[in-house]
Each structure stands twice: as C-alpha cells, then as structure tokens.
C-alpha cells in the first residue's frame, strides 16, 4: 500500500519568514495530494490541494510543488503569521484508494 | 448545514465498558470513514465504508466494529474499551469519485479516555 512520510516533525520559525513542509510517497500511481490544517483542539481542515497533472499551485501565501518523478511534494508557506501555528499533514490518494496521510508537522511561528 | 457531526464530544469509561461513536453528515457524501488520532501523531484509519452498505477495515480496526446505518450515519463501536484505546477519534466524509480530488470533510472529534 502507500506510505507517505513527512519532515520535520516540529518546525519554528520567525514571523515573516517562510516555512517549508516536505512529505514523499510511495505509490507512482497516486495522483491526488492534499494538505490539512489542524489548530489545537479543532478538526483538521483541508488549505490547498494539488493533482498530478499540475506541477505547483498557489492560493495567497500558501502554494504547493509537485515532483512526480522524485515522488515528493512540499507545502511553502510564505510570510508566516502566529495564526498559521498550527499541525499540518500532507496527504497522497490514487484513483478508487483511500488518503494516506503523513505523521504531520507542528509548525510554531515566533512574534 | 452542519457538515459532519459527531457525539459525544467527550467519554470516559472503565475497562471493559462499551459504547458506540455517533457521526453523521449531511452532505450526501458517498463515503465515510473513522480515524483515531493518538498525542503528537497523524491520523490512522480505524474502518471505512465506501458507500451505504459497504465497510472495510482500515490501518488499525482491532477492537473496533462499524455500523453503515445508512447514507447519512456511521457509527463506530468498541465491544470492550482497553486504555490502548484513550484518543481523539474523527469522523470524516467524502464524495469519493473514482477519478480526482477527494475531499475529507472531518468532525470535531471525541475524546475518548479508558480507565
């Protein structure tokens, strides 16, 4: 089945900078990869998504790549702000196959 | 609409005990799925069910059984609570389309703890 790993597993950066998580997976057939935030306490919610038949895509701050070849794709977050503290997972699916997700990432952004 | 939603919100029980997780949605979804999230790591899928009258097992179902009740409601039940199973579960639901995106839609989740 597919196996799908995550880094860092915790990650702290400044208010302002940038933040990149990084998740790799197993199956070449997966073609459907998304991400999910979860704030303390709260549900996880899906923030952007991305196809295989798309190399990036963006939405404000937030954009994801995808290298089908290498088998990875990463979530970069830009401008970081505290309320983008949160844990997100990256997840991959291939057609008619469950979401398999990642360990997730804590991400703490700094004042 | 309210999307998905779970009760109880939280639960405890002494080993041994029983009860059945309640979550249903109205977003006439195909597809729905129960998953345990345990401190400090990812979600891991307990059963699923397809579509109404189908259920699978997931990552982790020993201990656990499911109930399709119909489109809107599945249910998670533990026969015989053991501390291994103190976490947050989830409820989730999807349209599920053979072909693309697939969208989770989660619940706010029960805490659970076993004595």
């Known amino acids: 089945g597919e196996n799908v790993e995550q880094h860092p597993s915790t990650l702290s950066v400044q208010e302002g900078d940038s933040a990149v998580i990084k998740c790799t997976y197993s199956d070449s057939a997966s073609n459907y990869f998304p991400w999910y935030k979860q704030e303390l306490g709260k549900r996880p919610q899906l923030i952007i998504d991305?196809?295989?038949?798309?190399g990036e895509k963006k939405d404000q701050r937030i954009a994801v790549t995808l290298n089908k070849t290498a088998k990875h794709f990463s979530l970069h977050i830009t401008e970081t702000q505290p309320e983008d503290s949160a844990v997100y997972f990256c997840a991959a699916r291939k057609a008619g196959n469950m979401l398999t997700f990642g360990g997730g990432t804590r991400l703490m952004v700094k004042p | 609409n309210a999307g998905v939603t779970q009760t109880p919100k939280f639960q405890v029980l002494k080993t041994g005990q029983s009860m059945t997780l309640q979550c249903a949605q109205d977003m006439n979804h195909n597809s729905m799925y129960w998953y345990r999230q345990d401190p400090g790591m990812g979600l891991r899928l307990i059963y699923y069910s397809a579509s109404e009258g189908t259920t699978d097992k997931g990552e982790v179902p020993n201990g656990y059984n499911v109930s399709r009740l119909n489109k809107r409601e599945f249910s998670l039940r533990l026969e015989s609570a053991a501390p291994s199973q103190t976490s947050v579960y989830f409820c989730a639901s999807s349209e599920r389309p053979q072909r693309g995106a697939d969208t989770q839609y989660f619940g706010p989740g029960t805490r659970l703890t076993v004595l």
């Open positions: 991305i196809r295989s038949n798309v």
